[in-house]
């Protein structure tokens, strides 16, 4: 259920602000949100899988944090992501 290292680093290099970049919240967003589609795939087939659940869940709110740190930091880069990434808001 973890993302593969190549799907990281393709995420990671679409995503980053410069090079060698991992840790800005760009790019920490779209780590999560692919990681959340992948558990959401998951809990769709494996439906009694609680544990699981409970993991996504932490990963969304952890993603939420993050998108509210980035829109009070940053409008912009705030509604590029969101565009980007397909998210609601």
Same mark, same amino acid.
């Given at each position: 259920m973890a993302l593969s290292k190549n799907q990281k680093d393709k995420i990671i290099k679409d995503f980053q602000l410069f090079e060698g970049d991992t840790g800005s919240p760009e790019v920490q967003i779209a780590l999560l949100t692919a990681s959340i589609q992948e558990?959401?795939?998951? @809990?769709?087939?494996?439906?009694?899988?609680?544990?699981?659940?409970?993991?996504?869940?932490?990963?969304?709110?952890?993603?939420?944090?993050?998108?509210?740190? @980035?829109? %009070? %930091?940053?409008?912009?880069?705030?509604?590029?992501?969101?565009?980007? @990434?397909?998210?609601?808001?």
């Open positions: 558990l959401t795939d998951h @809990l769709k087939k494996h439906p009694g899988d609680d544990h699981s659940r409970k993991g996504l869940l932490r990963q969304v709110s952890k993603r939420r944090r993050l998108l509210r740190f @980035l829109q %009070r %930091r940053s409008e912009d880069r705030y509604k590029e992501l969101i565009n980007k @990434l397909d998210l609601k808001k």
